[in-house]
Structure formats: C-alpha cells, structure tokens
C-alpha cells in the first residue's frame, strides 16, 4: 500500500516528493517499476533501523578509541580539522551532512572545484591516502547511522551536485534513492571507488540487485565481507566464502531485466 506524500522537496535541481510510509511506485524523479517483485518489501524492511541502531551503538564503542587517535594525526600531519563534512542524498532525494575523516587538503575544491578523486589526486594527503585505501575515513558516518541519516549498508550517497548529470546518463540511476544510502554495499565489495561516469554505471547494477535483493542476511554477508577486503584479504576468497552472488548472476540478472523492460 502506497504512503500518502508531501509536496517536493527541491535540492540542487532535483526536485522528489517524500512518502511519509511505504515504498512510491512514482514520484517525481524516483521511478519504482509496475512489474511486481522488482522490490521485495519484507519484514527486515521493517526491522532495519533497529538492527542499524544496534549494531552502529556496538561499532561506535569499537570503533570511538581509533576515530579518537586519527583525528588526532590528521590533525598533527595536515592544516585544518580532523573532519570533513558535505551535503549528500539520502533516501528519497533528503540531503544530510555526512561526517568523514579529512583525507584531503583543507578546503581544496576552492580551487579544484567539485570533482571526483582519481588516482594520483594530489589533493589526497599522504596519511588521507591510507585512511582511504583502508576505508578509515568512513568510521566518523557511525553518526550518520545513529541519527538515521544512513544505513550501515546500502548504495553509497551521491553528492547532489553530479545528481542531476548522473540521472541523466545512467538508466534508472534514481532507483538507488528507494533505500537509506549506506556505509558499505555491493558497490563496494564489489568495485573500486567512482572515477567517471562509466565507473558509476557498472556500480549502479550492484545497487539495484541490493535494492532488489535487500534481506538481513545480505546485509550481515556484506558487513563482514568489508573490513576483510580492506585488509586485504583477496575478494576472490572472500565472496565464496561468505555465500554472496557471483558477478556473472548480478550483472545477468540486471541484463535481463533491462532487456525486458526494452522489450515492453
């Protein structure tokens, strides 16, 4: 059964009306499709939050000592703050501040503008380069978490200025705002950070099977298979081990129901 809606709330030229319960089929911007089964809306839709609260409030004691002594390094090693916040999309198009640990010069996109970081970028500081490689710099959106901005998984967040041009260039790529944004996801797991639009194409056919595909046990699979990765536990090894889908049946899945939906 659909939620009533209120009127659009307009970000940065993208303009989604926001349902007060339930999944949209339409909405603005945000598209879910008529074909039934494309999203699951299971009893774990229900409990998600409390299974993020519980397990953020753990992750946060955990993790609270090391958050502690990065902030203290970032700021000995590079001028300005230990964090670093900006605007993105949460679900149904909402913008949220998100918390991170600084990994780049202070204010640097004064003179870079907004753009995404490639290899090489040499507004990455050399500290601000082994937080990212081993996902560190995500620990602080513990507090995005808590205060129900973000999932522990779930697509990653978009900035709102490289929505609207994403939107655009990549098929259905609003569908990924039908969830809370997350931490970690199948993106991740699965990809290496965005560089181009091309980059963001390949990671939004992991999106969808998650969005698609959203259970707890999913979810537990993709929450251990994280930090095992960024340790550098090869994903060759990892993925089977913990039951997760092949590429091959992702990327197929997604391929069938593409064509489908052409088709009609």
């Not at 970032?74 to 949460?90: E, M």
């Not at 960024?230 to 060759?236: D, E, L, R, S, V």
């Amino acid at each position: 059964m659909l939620g009533k809606f209120r009127p659009p709330e307009t970000y940065a030229g993208l303009a989604v009306p926001i349902p007060r319960s339930g999944f949209q089929q339409r909405a603005g911007h945000v598209h879910v499709p008529d074909e039934p089964g494309y999203v699951r809306v299971t009893h774990y839709h229900n409990i998600k939050r409390t299974f993020d609260l519980f397990c953020g409030l753990l992750l946060g004691f955990l993790l609270f000592p090391a958050i502690a002594v990065f902030s203290a390094l970032i700021v000995v090693t590079s001028p300005g703050p230990a964090f670093y916040t900006q605007t993105r999309l949460g679900r149904f198009g909402r913008p949220f501040v998100i918390w991170k640990h600084r990994t780049m010069r202070h204010n640097c996109e004064r003179e870079s503008g907004a753009k995404w970081s490639t290899k090489g970028d040499t507004r990455i500081t050399f500290l601000g380069k082994i937080l990212r490689k081993l996902h560190i710099d995500e620990f602080p959106q513990i507090i995005n978490v808590l205060k129900g901005d973000m999932s522990l998984v779930g697509p990653r967040p978009e900035r709102p200025e490289f929505f609207p041009a994403l939107q655009a260039s990549v098929p259905d790529y609003a569908r990924r705002l039908l969830v809370k944004p997350g931490v970690t996801g199948m993106a991740q797991v699965y990809l290496p950070p965005d560089e181009d639009v091309e980059s963001v194409r390949m990671k939004q056919v992991f999106d969808l099977y998650y969005v698609r595909h959203l259970s707890l046990l999913l979810d537990l699979r993709l929450l251990i298979a994280t930090p095992l990765q960024a340790i550098g536990f090869p994903h060759i090894l990892v993925r089977p081990m913990l039951l997760l889908p092949r590429r091959e049946i992702v990327e197929l899945e997604h391929s069938l129901l593409t064509s489908s939906t052409t088709d009609c």
